[in-house]
């Protein structure tokens, strides 16, 4: 079946630094890859997406690229801010007996330190 | 645009009560979900409808039922209440059409059982 498997947080860093979360997924097909952010309190919300092999998807200054090869689609951003502290989902999207069902790997909560 | 909305946001209930969570999307999606949160779980998917009359289990049915007698509306149903269903619930939905569509969640119900 499918999976995803992400690095263990927190991860903590301070203001400015860069940042990388992990992203190795499993999947039979040929799925499309997503990361989720939720901050405190909150649901979870789409922050970026990519649906083949070697596109890569932005947004907010974040970036992750799908990587067939290695089964990989791992975050990073080039300066963080103490606003980015949150838990990060990463996700993938298999068709599975004809529906596609979503697979979310464990979440990677980062704290950013002013 | 409301998006997913869900009621309640909190709930405290004893051993064996039961109680229904409230769903409800106004973005016309064919796809609606219910997952649980547990910490440093990720997200179980519990139950998911792919239309208004069709509904299936995903990976933790087991204490909940669902129907989807609307396009909108997803209520998820706890029959006899137990310590294991404390959790945070979320309810999402989706386009669905070609797994690319990213799932748009609601604010969740924190639910305690005593």
């Known amino acids: ?114 | 645009n409301a998006g997913v909305t869900q009621t309640p946001k909190f709930r405290i209930l004893k051993i064996g009560q039961s109680m229904t969570l409230q769903c409800t999307q106004d973005m016309n999606h064919n796809y609606m979900y219910w997952y649980r949160q547990d910490p440093g779980m990720g997200l179980k998917l519990i139950y998911y409808s792919v239309g208004a009359g069709i509904t299936d289990k995903g990976e933790v049915p087991n204490g909940y039922n669902v129907s989807r007698s609307t396009t909108e509306d997803f209520p998820l149903r706890l029959e006899l209440a137990a310590p294991s269903q404390t959790s945070v619930y979320f309810c999402a939905s989706s386009y669905g059409q070609g797994g690319s569509s990213p799932l748009h969640f609601g604010n969740g119900t924190r639910l305690t059982v005593t």
């Open chain 1, 1 to 114: 079946g499918n999976s995803v498997t992400q690095m263990e947080g927190p991860v903590t860093l301070s203001e400015e630094a860069f940042l990388t979360i992990n992203c190795t997924y499993t999947a039979t097909g040929y799925p499309s890859l997503f990361w989720y952010v939720q901050y405190p309190g909150e649901g979870l919300q789409l922050l970026l997406k990519a649906t083949k092999a070697d596109d890569k998807g932005s947004n907010k200054g974040f970036e992750a690229t799908y990587r067939k090869e290695t089964t990989s689609f791992h975050l990073e951003k080039g300066s963080v801010q103490v606003s980015d502290s949150a838990v990060y989902f990463c996700a993938l999207s298999d068709q599975s007996g004809g529906s596609y069902i979503p697979t979310f790997g464990r979440g990677t909560s980062l704290i950013v330190h002013p």
